[in-house]
């Protein structure tokens, strides 16, 4: 939780540097937030604040969780992340998939796990002590994606990123929303929407 409150703290200071909201507005939904709990985005938008579309803007090619995947880097926008957790029991669902693990409990949700090494690279990785899983929303439904660790959570400039068509990917294509250049290593983005779609005929 403790990377989560760091992210909302670096999409508030993303919001005014844009002058998409204003000092007052930011600490006034920071209150609200102690008290609730509830994302920062949230609770801008509801207070009409700010779009929705204005916080994609800001955080879009700047705010991403960086993980491992079969020994390779990826990254996810934090806009799509509830929180990132230690894996827990995972309960098996007859007729899945392979790349869908299971359901994990998670307080008072019940959510599929998706192995991400399974759905990318069509083999799940073994789960070991530095496994994780990475609570996202996408299109108001939470999903876990496991990976096999994390590694930080970090801003890049938009000068950073590169067309996916500039080069080739161990990944299939269709999960991957760009690259990002990082001291001579490359992390690939992916598409959280594009990974939870259901397969045709499901």
Not at 169 to 191: E, H, M, N, P, R
């Amino acid at each position: 939780m403790e990377m989560i409150k760091k992210q909302d703290k670096s999409l508030g200071t993303l919001l005014l540097q844009a002058e998409y909201i204003k000092k007052e507005q930011l600490e006034d939904a920071l209150r609200e937030q102690a008290d609730t709990g509830e994302p920062l985005g949230k609770i801008l938008v509801r207070k009409g604040a700010i779009r929705e579309q204005q916080i994609m803007e800001v955080l879009k090619g700047m705010l991403v969780i960086v993980f491992q995947v079969c020994n390779e880097n990826f990254a996810i926008e934090v806009v799509y992340s509830k929180e990132i957790i230690k894996t827990k029991k995972i309960t098996p669902v007859p007729g899945m998939p392979p790349y869908i693990l299971g359901m994990m409990g998670i307080r008072e949700d019940v959510i599929p796990i998706i192995s991400l090494s399974g759905k990318i690279f069509g083999k799940p990785s073994p789960v070991d002590e530095n496994s994780r899983v990475i609570i996202v929303e996408v299109k108001e439904e939470k999903i876990g994606f496991l990976v096999d660790g994390v590694a930080t959570v970090r801003n890049f400039n938009v000068s950073d990123f590169e067309n996916v068509s500039k080069s080739a990917f161990s990944a299939d294509k269709k999960y991957i929303a760009g690259l990002i250049k990082d001291s001579g290593q490359i992390v690939t983005l992916l598409k959280p929407e594009a990974i939870t779609e259901k397969e045709n005929g499901a």
